[in-house]
């Protein structure tokens, strides 16, 4: 074998190392973003926001949440990852949270999917205006809890399912609402009460729903708020009023 095949070799098997093997499973790629040149459909123009090297990095005010929505497309059935990188600086991490947003109706109606630097997830929904939880705040152990780790955040939809994953780690299946012709998706970051936090997102795919052979065991969303057994655990935040890049709300 030539030293140019072998090398050739070495290459591809570096390459596939290096790809995590959280990415999303559809075969079907229906949407991509990688951040290297600024997508007007998101309307990324606040001093909050920036884009740099791949990634979208958003500095909420403190206690305040920046809201990036994708008005370009709607998916209904569809595989969603988003890379999160957590902050370097924190005061409180349990007061800052961040990840991808799905089934936007608009600014009133969707859906979150959240970390937080102490290593809690939820999934939550808002609608009508009203927060609810869905998966209320527990600790998942796939989470990368040091600063400026990077986690990527997979949300599968199909039909009324929804399957909530950190790092290839199922996070929670759940049932949902699924918007007529589909939703937005998007970003949310939100900041400490005393502090900004830097939150950073990139690798952004879409793609098909792969066939899952092993029909899931769906548990009821939590409809009515209600939260577990907080005598064990420290809650985290409950999400603070959100503002858009341009502060102004879009229907």
């Known amino acids: 074998m030539s030293l140019w095949m ?3 070799m070495v290459a591809g098997a570096m390459t596939l190392a290096s790809t995590p093997a959280w990415a999303c499973k559809g075969g079907k790629t229906l949407f991509t973003d990688d951040f290297q040149e600024v997508d007007a459909s998101w309307g990324l123009d606040a001093p909050d926001v920036t884009v740099e090297d791949g990634k979208v990095k958003v500095k909420p005010q403190p206690n305040i949440s920046n809201l990036l929505i994708y008005k370009g497309l709607n998916f209904g059935e569809a595989d969603v990852c988003l890379t999160v990188r957590m902050p370097t600086i924190v005061s409180n991490n349990d007061n800052t949270m961040a990840g ?7 600014y009133d109606n969707y859906y979150m999917f959240m970390i937080t630097p102490s290593g809690y997830a939820e999934i939550a929904r808002k609608l009508n205006g009203k927060w609810m939880s869905v998966i209320d705040w527990k600790a998942d152990a796939d989470i990368k809890t040091q600063a400026g780790a990077s986690n990527t955040l997979r949300v599968t939809l199909s039909g009324s399912s929804i399957v909530a994953y950190v790092n290839d780690g199922k996070f929670a299946t759940v049932k949902g609402q ?10 949310r970051a939100q900041s400490e009460e005393n502090q900004v936090d830097t939150w950073k997102f990139s690798a952004l795919k879409v793609t098909d729903v792969a066939a899952d052979p092993a029909a899931p065991v769906l548990a009821p969303a939590d409809a009515a708020g209600t939260t577990p057994d907080t005598a064990t655990k420290v809650t985290p935040a409950a ?3 959100a503002t858009t890049p341009a502060a102004k709300p879009v229907p």
Do not use: N, S, T, Y
């Open 239 to 241: 999400p603070a009023p």
């Open 6 to 8: 072998r090398a050739l």
């Open 100 to 106: 991808p947003v799905f089934w936007q109706k608009d």
């Open 178 to 187: 699924m918007p007529e012709g589909g939703g937005r998706i998007g970003m």
